[in-house]
């Protein structure tokens, strides 16, 4: 069984508190929340026009190295 990442709940739990209402994040709002424009947000975090789930973004955050 894989293990999480690091930083993955730490993420979540920004995530969770940035979009408190929300599940599925679009494209712009996660630019907004990674400081990325939305063509960055689009090539490095696979962010279409129907958005990310939280967790989703949140696997690829712990993932990423920035």
Same mark, same amino acid.
């Given at each position: 069984?894989?293990?999480?990442?690091?930083?993955?709940?730490?993420?979540?739990?920004?995530?969770?508190? +940035?979009?408190?209402?929300?599940?599925? #994040? &679009?494209?712009?709002?996660? *630019?907004?929340?990674?400081?990325?424009?939305?063509?960055?947000?689009?090539?490095? +975090?696979?962010?279409?026009?129907?958005? #990310? &789930?939280?967790?989703?973004? *949140?696997?690829?955050?712990?993932?990423?190295?920035?």
């Amino acid at each position: 069984m894989a293990r999480e990442k690091e930083l993955f709940r730490p993420y979540l739990e920004r995530l969770d508190c +940035f979009f408190p209402d929300k599940e599925i #994040i &679009t494209q712009k709002e996660c *630019a907004e929340f990674t400081g990325y424009c939305t063509r960055k947000v689009k090539k490095v +975090f696979g962010v279409g026009r129907n958005g #990310i &789930t939280k967790l989703n973004l *949140a696997r690829k955050l712990a993932s990423e190295r920035l």
